[in-house]
């Protein structure tokens, strides 16, 4: 079996939480890649005018001009 020596880790700053992991991999001789967080935000998906919530929207619209002009 053999065992694979890792040369590079790749870390998440997180300031002072930080020191000791990278201070920890330098000293074994691992060179040690700052990398970004990634964006926890969601997707925002733009309306698209189709499907049940625009039917709704529609039907909404369609009554009100009605009772409107009664």
Do not use: C, N
Not at 7 to 24: C, D, K, L, N, V
Not at 48 to 64: I, Q, Y
């Amino acid at each position: 079996m053999t065992i694979a020596h890792l040369h590079r880790a790749g870390e998440e700053r997180t300031g002072s939480y930080g020191a000791a992991p990278e201070w920890f991999l330098s000293r074994e001789r691992m060179q040690v890649v700052e990398v970004d967080q990634p964006d926890r935000r969601p997707a925002v998906t733009p309306k698209t005018g189709e499907g049940p919530a625009a039917d709704l929207r529609a039907l909404r619209s369609a009554k009100e001009s009605a009772v409107k002009t009664r």
